[in-house]
């Protein structure tokens, strides 16, 4: 089976690999950002608000520190809105939470806004509009839905007719559209609310269980699966109504084996992977 190595991309640098990371993201630029705190989270008990550390690392290599007081969020979701400010959401979500789920915090680290998007959050992606893409897993009936940044729900897979939506395995964000491979029929979805003649387009597909999608032209590939193929790459062509597929093999590490524990972002023609213990992130980009 052919093997595709993933190409280095980011790296937390040394000087804060002694803290925690909670969480790590590319934004819609192409920015790479860890969440950093001193100690893990608790499993249980109250969790109290905490101070933490964004270490961002732009493309061209330049590192930007932002402090963050009084995070909310044990498990969170980040990413970072085109105007500089950063969104942290708690993936889970208890009823009487909900106002403070999610937190926007200005450039100097303090928190501006708070919002709620619902519990069960598999992915939470910034457009390059500023838009919030929230992705639901399948405690929470919600599906695939659009926010702005003020927390305006501006777009809902309701009443979208897509095929079998209980759980949003891949989610892809690029420009203003999002990519969607949600559980139980694994359809490949585009969503374009702005389009309003056609805001979603669905493909059958047989590809089943991959947790990010890469598209680029007419050209697809999904990555993961269940079981042994958890490191599978599977490409496919698009037709008129289905991915078609074609060659399947595995997506390593720069530097030979499969990830074990990982994070993956999909963007576009890229996905990243970051595997543990999560300094450094690696891209496939389906357009090289």
Same mark, same amino acid.
């Not at 608000?49 to 995070?71: K, N, R």
């Not at 720069?254 to 084996?257: C, I, K, T, Y």
């Given at each position: 089976?052919?093997?595709?190595?993933?190409?280095?991309?980011? /790296?937390?640098?040394?000087?804060?690999?002694?803290?925690?990371?909670?969480?790590?993201?590319?934004?819609?630029?192409? #920015?790479?950002?860890?969440?950093?705190?001193?100690?893990?989270?608790?499993?249980?008990?109250? *969790?109290?608000?905490? =101070? *933490?550390?964004?270490?961002?690392?732009?493309?061209? $290599?330049?590192?930007?520190?932002?402090?963050?007081? !009084?995070?909310?969020?044990?498990?969170?979701? %980040?990413?970072?809105?085109?105007?500089?400010?950063?969104?942290? #959401?708690?993936?889970?979500?208890?009823?009487?939470?909900?106002?403070?789920?999610?937190?926007?915090? =200005?450039?100097?680290?303090?928190? *501006?806004?708070? +919002?709620? &998007? @619902?519990?069960?959050?598999? /992915?939470?992606?910034?457009?390059?509009?500023?838009?919030?893409?929230?992705?639901? +897993?399948?405690?929470?009936?919600?599906?695939?839905?659009?926010?702005?940044?003020? @927390?305006?729900?501006?777009?809902?897979?309701?009443? *979208?007719?897509?095929?079998?939506?209980?759980?949003?395995?891949? %989610?892809? &964000?690029? $420009?203003?559209?999002?990519?969607?491979?949600?559980?139980?029929? +694994?359809?490949?979805?585009?969503?374009?609310?702005?389009?309003?003649?056609?805001?979603?387009?669905?493909? #059958?597909?047989?590809?089943?269980?991959?947790? !990010?999608?890469?598209?680029? =032209?007419?050209?697809? #590939?999904?990555?993961?699966?269940?079981?042994?193929?958890?490191?599978? %790459?599977?490409h496919g062509k698009l037709t008129e109504t289905s991915v078609e597929p074609q060659e399947v093999g595995l997506l390593t590490l720069?530097? $030979?084996?499969v990830p074990g524990r990982r994070r993956v972002v999909s963007r576009g023609s890229r996905i990243y992977v970051q595997a543990e213990?999560?300094? !450094?992130?690696?891209? +496939?980009?389906?357009?090289?």
């Open positions: 089976m052919q093997k595709t190595a993933l190409v280095a991309y980011a /790296h937390l640098p040394r000087s804060h690999h002694d803290r925690h990371v909670l969480t790590s993201t590319v934004d819609p630029f192409g #920015a790479a950002h860890w969440l950093l705190t001193e100690r893990a989270p608790q499993p249980r008990g109250e *969790a109290q608000p905490f =101070d *933490a550390l964004i270490v961002s690392v732009h493309p061209g $290599g330049d590192v930007e520190l932002t402090e963050l007081s !009084a995070v909310r969020a044990r498990w969170p979701r %980040l990413d970072r809105l085109p105007d500089g400010r950063f969104v942290v #959401a708690a993936s889970r979500a208890r009823r009487y939470e909900d106002a403070d789920q999610v937190q926007i915090f =200005d450039a100097l680290g303090r928190e *501006a806004s708070s +919002f709620s &998007v @619902g519990d069960a959050i598999e /992915h939470l992606l910034v457009d390059e509009a500023g838009h919030i893409w929230v992705g639901h +897993f399948d405690e929470n009936p919600a599906g695939i839905r659009r926010w702005s940044a003020t @927390g305006r729900l501006a777009w809902t897979s309701d009443g *979208a007719r897509l095929p079998g939506l209980f759980d949003c395995y891949a %989610l892809n &964000v690029s $420009g203003t559209a999002a990519w969607a491979c949600p559980y139980t029929d +694994f359809p490949l979805v585009e969503i374009r609310p702005d389009r309003l003649d056609r805001p979603v387009r669905v493909w #059958a597909n047989r590809v089943r269980g991959a947790h !990010a999608v890469a598209v680029h =032209d007419e050209r697809v #590939a999904f990555y993961g699966g269940y079981g042994e193929e958890r490191d599978r %790459l599977a720069p530097d $030979g084996p213990p999560f300094t !450094a992130w690696g891209v +496939f980009d389906l357009s090289s």
